[in-house]
Structures are given as C-alpha cells and as structure tokens.
C-alpha cells in the first residue's frame, strides 16, 4: 500500500507498505513514518493520504482513506501549508484556514456542498535535520467527478442550455451559502464540479457541487476593513471590483463571480481575454450566440457597482422563473412573483428549513449598448454636427425665434433617441450627414444666406464642443460611480 507524506519539505514522499495490504493489520498498526523525512503518515491515526490532488499558495489537497470506516471511505485531506508570508499574513491565512472548517460544519449540510469529517492541528516533533512544526488539516467528503474546468476542455464551449442549468442548480446553494451568514468569494469553473457517478439530475447529468471554500467571507465581519489589500484572496477578473480594490464585499459580489463564469464558459475564452481593460468593460457578447434574455441577465449581474445587481441569488432565480416575455423591456405587463427556491437538508434527520419570503421580481435594465467610449464619441459628434446644420436650416427658414428654437430641440432629441434605441447608428450616422449637408448645399435660399464652408465650420464646431462635453460626463459618471 502507498502513503503519502503530506511534508511539504520532504524530498520523496511516496512510501510503499507491503503489510498494509493486509485488511487486518491496516486496521490495527499504529502509526507508519516517512522512508524518507520521518513524518507521521497515518493522520491522526486514521486518514491515510495516498496521492497530491492539487498544490496552492495557501495549501495543499491529497486523496486519503479513513481507515475505521467498513469500506475505507476516501475523502479529502487539505493541509494549511502557506509560504512566503509575513506574520500579519500569516494570522490572517490561518484564521482563514479555521473560517474554512467552522463554515465547512455548518454549511455541510446542504447535499451540494461536500461535508467535514475532521479538522485538527498536528505537531510533530523534530528529527534529525527536520525541525519541530506544527500542521493544519481538515478532512472533507470526496467528490468523484469533473470541474467544470476540465469539462470546458473536453467540450470548448458551453450551450445556453448548459448555462441556465448551471444557474438553476448553483443559485439555490449560493441562497444557502449566503442566508447562513457565509460569502464563498471564489466562484470560477474549477471550483463547481460535476458528480459524475451518483445524484443523477433529470437531465442526466451528474449533481453539480460547490467546492473551496477557503476565501469565505463572514457577513458579520464585512463590514470591518480588510487589514491589507495584499492579503485579499480571490481570482483575478472573476472577483468583482469592490472585492479587488480590498473593500466590502456581498453576497452580489458572489452572483458577479458567477456572471464571469458562465461567460467563459459559454466563450471558451479566459476571462482578461473578454474584458476591455481600455474601456473598462466586459466585451463576451461577440464570442456567444446566446438570447437577448440570458446576455440580459448576465449583464446585470456583472455591474461594476454592486447595488445595480441583483441583490441575492433568490433575485436571479426569480427572474429565470418568469417567461422569456417578461424580460422583454418593451413589455409593459408586470411580471409575476415567483417562490424562493427551497433548500434541501442533507440529513434526513434535519430539521426542514423555514420557508422564505416571496421575493419582488427584479427587472432586467432596457437593453441599452455598453458604455463604450468610441460609441459615445461617435454619437456626441454627429449629434453636435447635426445640430449644428439643423440650426443653420431652421434659422434660414424661420428666423431666430422660440418656434425655431422648439423645432430644434424636438429635432435633436428625435436623433437622441433614435441613437438610444440603436434604430441609427455606426455606417448609418455618416450617410446620415452627408445626406443633410449635402441637402443644404444644394438649397440656393440657404447657401446664398449661408456660404457652404461656414455650415461645415459651425457644424464641426458644434461637434467638438459636444464631444468635450461627453467627454466630462464621461469623468464624472466614472468618479461618481466609484462612490455609489
């Protein structure tokens, strides 16, 4: 039989026991060493560790075997193993570590999130060249299956069926997750695996399991300061900006995370590769053929500011429950309420949770193009443009009055909203100017009052002046939104 030794230092850490095959005296030896540094192997006397599952800054995972148990259960062994961390950091890591079991305890219960089986510290005394240390573990339920990850390898991309599946299936534990007072603050493909032998869904598909819970976030202590920005965990692009910048976080913060998720999932793409850094925005749309209704609901969960999300996750579960009509903005029949999913008990002998209020359907905001800075530029200049041509038309035609100035105004506001709705736009905004300039060129009443080179001047002008102006709007919406 292997053993794995779990040293972080030890130079061989397979270890062959030939009497270990034996059921009899597996059960009963005491302890077994390492061949090759001299550390305990058989955890706490118990978890025997035959392989490393994954390697991280914080720690890392092995396969293991509970040895008291009939059929020698596996299960995962984790061990807090940071390195290169200063001693603030290093408080910091461990109290995560400990957040982790005492969250894990408490949230194992739900049948999508592995159970705890142990959690215990180790000290091991020194030997030879290996100095005295002390160890952290904790010992989960084994999930047999895939990440989500690892399926994207296998399949590229992800259908718009898949995603709204995955939502439905991970929402209601993120409900659990978070109405236990818990912020998961890593939500990515390789943390979301698939079961791929039991708990079969009505599709066929195996149970999809929510895992790694090591950046959990109390909500109760949210509201204090993080210590040092440098010691925030999370992965770069799927952490929302708030989480980031080392501020608060929410359970909207999660709901971002898995926004970023389904998107790579449904692109096959990174996620730095779908975000525009130059224009600060998401740019996934290109990469997926997916309906108006999910790109609706994504965009909504990957607002910048957290209070434009939706605010928990039985929002998002209430608005995939209307039909796809209710999304559409333009509808004006008001949407019905739908139930809040509810959590299942892993224990048949648990108490059944309490029902949840009905949650108010949230709407999805009009379907409005991004904030992009070329789109607004372009847009400003040929409004200014316009309205400068307009003006030369109206005031030759009408005289400088009130009812030229209304026409005016009404006309400006008409190209707006056309804009708006995206009825003109792109190639459509320059044909739209050279039509009306060259229209003004050819009326003799107005050229003869208005030379041809003074109406591109004033409209030019006018063009530049609203581009500037776009451009402060720009800068104040980006600050002020920083603070709201």
């Known amino acids: 039989m292997e053993i794995y030794c779990t040293r972080p230092s030890c130079q061989r850490p397979s270890n062959f026991f030939a009497d270990l095959d034996d059921p009899q005296?597996?059960?009963?030896?005491?302890?077994?060493?390492?061949?090759?540094?001299?550390?305990?192997?058989?955890?706490?006397?118990?978890?025997?560790?035959?392989?490393?599952?994954?390697?991280?800054?914080?720690?890392?995972?092995?396969?293991?075997?509970?040895?008291?148990?009939?059929?020698?259960?596996?299960?995962?062994?984790?061990?807090?193993?940071?390195?290169?961390?200063?001693?603030?950091?290093?408080?910091?890591?461990?109290?995560?570590?400990?957040?982790?079991?005492?969250?894990?305890?408490?949230?194992?219960?739900?049948?999508?999130?592995?159970?705890?089986?142990?959690?215990?510290?180790?000290?091991?005394?020194s030997r030879g060249s290996q100095p005295a240390e002390e160890f952290f573990y904790l010992v989960q339920e084994f999930i047999d299956g895939q990440t989500l990850e690892e399926e994207l390898e296998d399949k590229n991309q992800l259908k718009e069926q898949d995603i709204y599946e995955l939502l439905q299936e991970i929402l209601p534990v993120l409900q659990f997750v978070h109405e236990n007072g818990s912020i998961h603050r890593d939500i990515k493909p390789s943390n979301i695996m698939r079961h791929m032998q039991t708990n079969m869904t009505q599709t066929g598909e195996g149970l999809l399991y929510l895992l790694d819970?090591?950046?959990?976030?109390?909500?109760?202590?949210?509201?204090?300061?993080?210590?040092?920005?440098?010691?925030?965990?999370?992965?770069?692009?799927?952490?929302?900006?708030?989480?980031?910048?080392?501020?608060?976080?929410?359970?909207?913060?999660?709901?971002?995370?898995?926004?970023?998720?389904?998107?790579?999932?449904?692109?096959?793409?990174?996620?730095n590769d779908l975000f525009d850094t130059s224009?600060?925005?998401?740019?996934?749309?290109?990469?997926?053929?997916?309906?108006?209704?999910?790109?609706?609901?994504?965009?909504?969960?990957?607002?910048?500011?957290?209070?434009?999300?939706?605010?928990?996750?039985?929002?998002?579960?209430?608005?995939?429950?209307?039909?796809?009509?209710?999304?559409?903005?333009?509808?004006?029949?008001?949407?019905?309420?739908?139930?809040?999913?509810?959590?299942?008990?892993a224990s048949p002998s648990a108490p059944a949770a309490p029902p949840q209020p009905t949650p108010a359907a949230v709407s999805v905001p009009s379907p409005s193009a991004p904030f992009s800075l070329v789109r607004l530029l372009g847009g400003a200049a040929f409004t200014?443009?316009?309205?400068?041509?307009?003006?030369?038309?109206?005031?030759?035609?009408?005289g400088t009055t009130l009812i030229s100035g209304g026409f005016w105004l009404g006309l400006v506001a008409v190209l707006v909203y056309c804009q708006w709705q995206r009825w003109i736009e792109r190639v459509d905004l320059a044909i739209i100017a050279g039509l009306s300039l060259g229209i003004i060129a050819f009326v003799p009443v107005l050229q003869g009052g208005n030379p041809i080179q003074a109406i591109v001047l004033l409209g030019a002008v006018s063009a530049l002046v609203l581009m500037t102006l776009s451009l402060v709007f720009r800068l104040i919406y980006s600050v002020v939104s920083r603070f709201l």
């Open 384 to 398: 200014g443009f316009e309205g400068g041509v307009l003006a030369v038309a109206l005031t030759s035609f009408l």
């Open 279 to 345: 224009q600060n925005q998401w740019q996934w749309r290109p990469h997926a053929q997916v309906s108006d209704r999910l790109a609706l609901l994504l965009d909504r969960m990957l607002e910048t500011s957290p209070q434009k999300r939706f605010q928990s996750a039985a929002d998002v579960l209430a608005e995939l429950s209307q039909s796809p009509t209710s999304l559409n903005p333009s509808s004006s029949r008001p949407a019905p309420q739908a139930p809040s999913p509810a959590v299942v008990s």
């Open 25 to 125: 005296t597996l059960k009963t030896v005491q302890q077994k060493f390492c061949l090759s540094c001299g550390m305990p192997l058989i955890l706490i006397g118990r978890y025997l560790p035959s392989r490393l599952l994954a390697q991280g800054g914080f720690g890392a995972a092995f396969l293991a075997c509970d040895r008291y148990t009939p059929g020698l259960r596996q299960c995962v062994v984790k061990q807090f193993q940071p390195t290169g961390l200063g001693p603030s950091q290093m408080q910091m890591a461990q109290s995560l570590f400990h957040r982790e079991a005492e969250v894990l305890e408490k949230l194992g219960r739900h049948p999508q999130i592995p159970d705890l089986f142990a959690f215990f510290e180790l000290p091991v005394s």
């Open 213 to 271: 819970f090591g950046a959990v976030k109390q909500v109760a202590n949210v509201a204090a300061p993080t210590p040092s920005k440098g010691t925030s965990i999370y992965t770069p692009f799927y952490a929302p900006p708030e989480q980031t910048h080392g501020n608060q976080v929410f359970p909207s913060s999660d709901l971002y995370a898995l926004a970023v998720t389904c998107m790579v999932l449904l692109t096959g793409q990174a996620p």
